[in-house]
């Protein structure tokens, strides 16, 4: 998961009349008693709205999740590397409004890394947008959402994408991509 697995707390003015649960306690035990339990292990990072109770409370949503569900491991905050043999995962939750255009900001954070510090698959959250990319070598997958289009977003113009992907790595012997199938 790349971050925001809660709505936050004060992450933009009015924030609070959208929504369905207000606090960290709540927000936390409304997950831990709704998110799905797929019989598999989630690996989550924070995103900003996750954060916002770090930077606004100073209690770390991601520690409480995983202190309460086993199946979800909490792995960091903004962007985290996973290492699967020589093939490398990054869950990656940056900053920032919505591109003008759906490729964009991932377009342009691909390009901004130098050589050797490329992930080989990247899976971005935060712009609530559905998108398969190859670029530079890179798989960029934007993760969707779950969460319908606020009134806030309506006002900022920004879409949201609803649904996940489903994918399939194969990794040849030596840990390198040999294949990705992607199902939306």
Do not use: C
């Amino acid at each position: 998961h790349a971050g925001d697995v809660v709505d936050g707390d004060k992450v933009f003015r009015g924030q609070e009349y959208e929504l369905k649960v207000i606090g960290y306690e709540r927000q936390l035990e409304y997950l831990v008693e709704n998110y799905p339990d797929l019989n598999l292990k989630t690996k989550f990072i924070l995103g900003n709205h996750d954060y916002s109770f770090l930077k606004n409370v100073g209690a770390d949503i991601g520690r409480g999740i995983e202190n309460k569900r086993d199946d979800m491991e909490y792995l960091g905050i903004f962007e985290v590397d996973i290492e699967l043999g020589n093939t490398t995962v990054r869950l990656y939750h940056p900053s920032g409004g919505t591109a003008y255009a759906v490729s964009y900001a991932i377009q342009k954070y691909i390009e901004s890394l130098e050589g050797g510090t490329k992930p080989n698959l990247l899976l971005v959250g935060h712009y609530h947008k559905i998108e398969y990319l190859f670029y530079r070598n890179v798989h960029a997958f934007q993760t969707g959402t779950t969460q319908h289009q606020t009134r806030y977003m309506r006002t900022r113009r920004a879409s949201a994408m609803r649904g996940g992907w489903i994918i399939d790595l194969y990794l040849k012997e030596d840990g390198e991509i040999s294949r990705i199938v992607s199902e939306f």
